[in-house]
């Protein structure tokens, strides 16, 4: 809608892009075209504004199949004006030149016009199609021929009307039929749902038979290769023990020629320590021998010098040396008592001993005593 705004009794109208503006002055057209701007006297102007972009008119109507059947179009009509001084002559596009409102309901008889139109052929086309088909095709079917009816009618280009596009949204029966026709299809979902529910456990339980054939295939590959593993331990448990048994036999063969070795050596070393021993024995006899050959001599000869040293002494200084032995060989004595007869005696024969050799007779007696218990 145009701004129409006041000065000083002079009116001034700024259009729209979209709006196109007739101008006429007693009878005579001063302005023409979209988005004008201009000057008026309100007593003296006629003025027309006619939109001239696209319009969409939504329409909503009832028909009837070839079966009798209530069906519900929703289609779309998309519209312009493209004749707008034509339509402004054939419809009232005047608007208030105080407001800039429109007097009349142009748009309102337009949208009747085709709503009324598109309805027509709607119709004509339902009326020989039944249910079925209007509503598998009927979309197509009612777009094409609401299309070419709209296209033909003459009223439309007479009043300076385009049809841009047609669109049919749907075309749906009533709520009982449809829900009588959505039953064999629903009971046919469910018919392929159970099919492919039973196809389903058919399916598990194939796979479950194959998961069962598998694991007692894998069962018997396992307990053939458990065996073939058992075998090969027996195998290998032999193989080690005729290895061990070899290795035992190259140990005691070389343990036996390693005792045979030690015990040659040992021979061998005993042997030549049992001769070192013999020769030692042999030189510390040889030895021995000779040191007491050589003490022998040399006793022999201490004693050939005792007995000659005895044989030259007399007789009295024997008796002395006699009496020294017999005195080294008796025990202890303690006291020894001597009688006045005894050492008269001794002392004259010890003084017939310093004037030569004779013979002295004497009597007398002397006792000793001791702890060992003997006298003389």
Known sequence: MADITRRLGWRHLRGTPTAHIRHHRSGTLLHDGPGLSFWFRSLTAALSEVPVDDRELAMTFHARTADFQDVTVQATVTYRIGDPALAAARLDFSVDPDTGAWRGTPLEQLATLLTETAQEHALDVLA????????????SAVRERLAAGLAAQPRLPETGVEVVAVRVVAVRPEPEVERA????????????????TYERRAVAVERERTIAENELASRIELARREEQLVEQRGTNARREA???????AVRADAE???????????????????????DKAVRLARAAAEREREVGEAQAQARAAWLRVHGEADVATLHALAAMRVAENLPDIESVTISPDVLTGLLAKLGGAGSGPGTASGSGSASASGSGGAGA
């Open 256 to 278: 036996a020629a390693r005792t045979v070795r030690l015990a040659e050596a040992e021979a061998t070393r005993t042997v030549r320590l049992a001769e070192a021993e013999a």
């Open 128 to 139: 020989r199609t039944p249910l079925s088909a209007a509503l598998t095709d009927g979309v």
């Open 181 to 196: 026709l959505r039953t064999p299809a629903r009971e046919q979902i469910q018919q392929e749902a159970d099919r492919a």
């Open 242 to 248: 005729e290895e061990q048994a070899a290795a035992d």
